[in-house]
């Protein structure tokens, strides 16, 4: 017990100096401790690591780990997708969801949540290296929409998580780009459309530009 406490001591520091996840254990935590599951509905039991990467105008892109918090002008995105130290069959295809649980404020979530991305047909580039990218071959069902709380509101929860991707996945009707953003459920979509549960995640905080 000890050694795997300390281990999990060690690899959460590694996250830290790395950015990244880079464990599951970690990844897992961080969602709990953030109440994720419970506020989504969902079952979060992730067996490989979801990268989401924010590239910038200047420097370098930045890599999430669970629960790290950006500045909204970090977020312009569109954001990239990868899985790091798993190698998923490049002849599948996955569905990627972005949602804000906190919508317009924390406190009143009247309108979470919102759907901030949603597509299908991401495939790994099966390049068998440590990270491998995530491309999209069809358009989304719902575009990338920057994080935009509104002034005055404390940091929101953006939660991205990935999914196994259902046969006919591309013929669902339950969520098309008509579709209102507002009060989504991704735990109904899920059951709907037979995603299951997802088998990665990652969340960023962001509040309101300081000038807002
Ligand atoms: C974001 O805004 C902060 C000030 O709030 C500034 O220091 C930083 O350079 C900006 N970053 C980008 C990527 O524009
Ligand atoms: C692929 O995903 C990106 C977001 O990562 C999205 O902006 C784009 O519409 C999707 N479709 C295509 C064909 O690239
Ligand atoms: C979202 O859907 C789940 C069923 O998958 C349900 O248990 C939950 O209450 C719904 N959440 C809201 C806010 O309606």
């Given at each position: 017990m000890k050694v795997l406490s300390l281990s999990a001591v060690i690899s959460s520091f590694v996250g830290l100096a790395l950015s990244q996840d880079v464990s599951l254990a970690a990844v897992r935590r961080a969602f709990n401790t953030a109440n994720i599951p419970t506020d989504a509905s969902l079952t979060f039991n992730p067996s490989v690591l979801f990268e989401v990467t924010f590239p910038q105008t200047s420097g370098p892109a930045v890599n999430l780990h669970?629960?790290?918090?950006?500045?909204?002008?970090?977020?312009?995105?569109?954001?990239?997708f990868s899985v790091r130290d798993s190698f998923l069959s490049p002849a599948r295809s996955f569905v990627?969801?972005?949602?804000?649980?906190?919508?317009?404020?924390?406190?009143?979530?009247?309108?979470?949540?919102?759907?901030?991305?949603?597509?299908g047909d991401f495939r790994p580039d099966g390049s068998r290296t440590r990270t491998e990218k995530l491309s999209n071959t069809t358009a989304a069902i719902s575009n990338f929409l920057q994080p935009t709380p509104p002034a005055g509101s404390d940091p929101h929860r953006y939660v991205f998580l990935l999914f196994n991707q259902p046969q006919g996945f591309d013929q669902q009707t339950a969520v098309t780009a008509t579709t209102s953003i507002a009060n989504f459920n991704i735990s109904q979509f899920a059951s709907e459309v037979g995603l299951g549960n997802p088998i990665g995640g990652t969340f960023m905080l962001v509040g309101p530009d300081p000038t807002s």
């Open positions: 669970a629960g790290i918090q950006l500045p909204r002008n970090a977020t312009v995105g569109p954001p990239l990627v969801a972005m949602v804000d649980l906190d919508a317009p404020t924390p406190q009143t979530p009247t309108s979470a949540q919102i759907r901030h991305f949603l597509g």
